[in-house]
């Protein structure tokens, strides 16, 4: 585990340039910011060597009591730095951030307010935020909407999560089109994927969501235009803060290769340092999750259900196995704590503190701690919440390590609020957090670690209800809600079938207790590498992986990496993921629901000699998606392996230094 040391800002030149327009580079000159007022509306530019990308963007806020940002002049010069962000994670996809920036500040005045715009140009993207200083006569300020456009040039390819409105878990088919043919006022979601001729590619999201609301996209006038999501009970009110305080940030990733975007470490380089005083009890690993699969054990001499002996069951396996958490669920559609509600619903008498008879936390904790396993807990957010500070002083007596918190469903700034508190209350109780029915990351894994990892997409707890997560569907998720971090998605079904009505293999069906998944057993392995994920589950039943091909992999698969390198991939087709974890590397292939053979290049390997085991779709993967072969080569950073994917087929590379 490698902690945090230090963030550095290393400022080389700092100066104010009293000028109307603005002009900000990247480190390398490839990515230009230009910002300029033209008739009292602030606009900016953005172009990547040499191709404008936004043009004319306006930036405008909307208040209550004043009139728009876009009624405004430049204050005074504009002030200039450069530096380096220098750190460490805790928990992410590398472990060392060496980040060279350029940062301008402009300072505008409107009628009422004056507002800086803090621009941060870096070589694989930039970002710029509002912030609201102090200043006399005002000590708060409520913003109405804030309206940022990003005018994209030409008619790109957009890929984006398409929303009928604000109040949901953000999980859905990602759809994609042309930008023109994107309805006007139709909410997408972020991030979303533009794709411009010449093989540039940008992604629009944000950064360092605190005590603000989060950010949506719509079409107005043809032009992508930000739009932020209300606070409960009204329409009107977005944001209300106290002075000072400042926007998220509005992050655009770009390069001429898809894989930079996913490399990038730009939403963490955003965020304040880690804010926690001590981070060694931050332990990552892999958990069970036996809601997916039903629950189920084998014969037993006791009643299966929501007691100390289920839970050994799974306690057991994760000790012989290496999984270092189990998480406690329900049985038989109850929680396992007290609750009077239906359908997982809070009622009146909920109480997490007090489990359901014939459980005892402290006792199951015990257990599990003396043959080296962390419990975990599902629980409504709801639930939760209105006994914070109680409930988990109380796990904390229990001994658990942590939780996922469910059914959020929001992210206007009063549900920000209570994620940040909940984050910074748990880490207080040494309390490990996966957030569920969630909205995207925004690089705050740096500042609260004890992050482990969030929802936000259409995952493989669907497999239970309906067949959309297709092998297709992983694909486009990478290109998309991984560009934002962690990606919680129910990993670990280990009876593989085909899609429906393909012919020549068993189809895939719906089916509640232990289900299906579409595409390869390859596949599945490939996607613990493929997706970041610091909490990366085995959803399946102990008896679904014992001797089982493949389950090796599972069993010593890392969640956070030291280095992330994309070796190989094209939207809509495959991708191709290596992640180092000391001196072993892991690639991970998976495809859409094509076959296709991919030439894999290891130039990316440092010098010396490795040993690869690669496991591949068998040949007779098209009558047996379980099925998979296994070899070892000997191989080096001059040589190219080409691997063969089924239709919903992947391939994992663990490479071993020599």
Known sequence: MKFFTTCCLMILCSNIVAQKNVRLTSPDGNIVFSFLIQKGQPQYSVSYNRQVLLQNSTINLVFDDASPLQHCRLKTGTHYSEG????????????LVNQPYKEATIYLQGEKYDVNVEVKAFNDGIA???????????RSVTLLEESSQFNVTGDPIIKALLLPNFLTSHEGLYSTAALSSIREDTLMDMPALLQFP???????????????????????NGILTSQLSPLPGQTEIKVKASLPHSSAWRVMLIGSRIGALIESNILTSLCPPVNLKETAWIKTGTTTFPWWNGTIVPDTNFTPGNNFETNKYYIDFCAA????????????????????????QPGAHTDVTKPVNGLDMKQLCEYAHSVGVGVRVWVHWKALYP????AFAVFEKWGLSGMMVDFMDRDDQQMVNIQTEILEKAAAHHLHIQFHGAYKPTGLSRTYPNEFTREGTLNYECDKWNDLVTPGADLNIVFTRMLAGSTDYHLGG????????TPGRGAFKVQYTRPLVMGTRCHMLAMYVVLENYQGMLCDYPYAYI????????????????????ADAKIDQYVSIARRKGNDWFIGTISNDEERSVNLNLAFLPAGEYSASIYSDAADVQLNPDHLIKETIAVNNSKTISIKLSNGGGNVIILHKN
């Open 494 to 501: 280990f009876r593989a079938f085909g899609m429906p009505n």
């Open 128 to 138: 710029f935020r509002y912030v609201f200083p102090e200043q006399p006569g005002h």
């Open 387 to 390: 006994q914070l500070d109680t």
């Open 198 to 220: 010449g093989n540039v590619y940008m992604a629009i999201t944000e950064a360092a969501l605190l005590d603000y609301a989060g950010m949506y996209l719509v079409k107005r």
């Open 321 to 344: 196995n290496n999984v270092l958490y189990h998480t406690v669920v329900e049985s038989g559609g109850h929680e396992w704590y007290t609750n009077d509600g239906d359908g997982y």
């Open 547 to 566: 001797n089982q091909p493949g389950f090796e992999v599972l069993q010593h698969i890392p969640t956070t990496w030291d280095e992330t390198k994309v």
């Open 84 to 95: 380096v962000e220098n750190y460490s994670l805790i928990v992410g996809k590398t472990s």
